[in-house]
């Protein structure tokens, strides 16, 4: 048996995605944004509405960060999205975020969240969608293996549950990508 509950925005695993610019003045601002992913295979796409701050900081610098929040950052992740940087312009002091230039775009980087996209505009589309050009992806050491890959144990990105309102860490790992099925052939 299954239940129905109609058109709803239940995608799941949803990253919670902490998107950084610079304000005019050069102060750093970031937003959370739960609607936005992959474009393609070097391009993120940002569901953000033309009243944001971060919107129009974008369209001006040309380039943003989307670093991927983890379990240690809940609270100022999520506080980022509850206050406009259009009302609050110490957002960022009072969520205790510290920002670092990114290295390869002109936009902020979150020193607490290890992981990060740089971003430049490509472009905004008919439907006010942000289109971004990944040219670098930026990882905090303490979160690499011994291979040099991220570690996601310790990196503990989280989630966004929509049904529930809440977020979650993601879990352990259940199989190998791309390897696995390849038991049923």
């Given amino acids: 048996m299954r239940t129905n509950f109609?058109?709803?925005?239940?995608?799941?695993p949803l990253p919670v995605l902490i998107v950084g610019s610079?304000?005019?003045d050069g102060t750093a601002?970031?937003?959370?944004?739960a609607w936005g992913g992959l474009y393609d295979a070097d391009k993120v796409v940002l569901c953000l509405s033309r009243g944001h701050r971060t919107t129009s900081n974008i369209l001006e610098r040309k380039a943003f960060t989307v670093s991927f929040a983890d379990a240690a950052h809940t609270i100022p992740a999520d506080y980022v999205g509850m206050v406009s940087g259009n009302s609050e312009p110490d957002k960022m002091k009072k969520a205790g975020f510290h920002t670092s230039k990114a290295s390869t775009v002109d936009a902020p980087l979150i020193d607490e969240l290890p992981v990060a996209l740089e971003c430049k505009l490509l472009k905004m589309n008919e439907d006010g969608n942000i289109i971004g050009q990944i040219v670098n992806v930026s990882?905090?050491?303490?979160v690499?293996?011994?291979?040099?890959q991220i570690d996601p144990d310790v990196f503990q990105p989280i989630s966004f549950d929509p049904a529930n309102n809440i977020y979650r860490a993601l879990g352990e790992k259940v199989g190998n990508a791309f390897?696995?099925?390849?038991?049923?052939k």
């Fill in 139 to 142: 990882v905090d050491d303490t």
């Fill in 29 to 33: 601002d970031a937003m959370n944004a």
């Fill in 6 to 12: 109609g058109a709803k925005p239940w995608f799941y």
């Fill in 22 to 24: 610079y304000n005019p």
């Fill in 179 to 184: 390897w696995d099925g390849g038991k049923l």
């Fill in 144 to 148: 690499l293996n011994a291979e040099g």
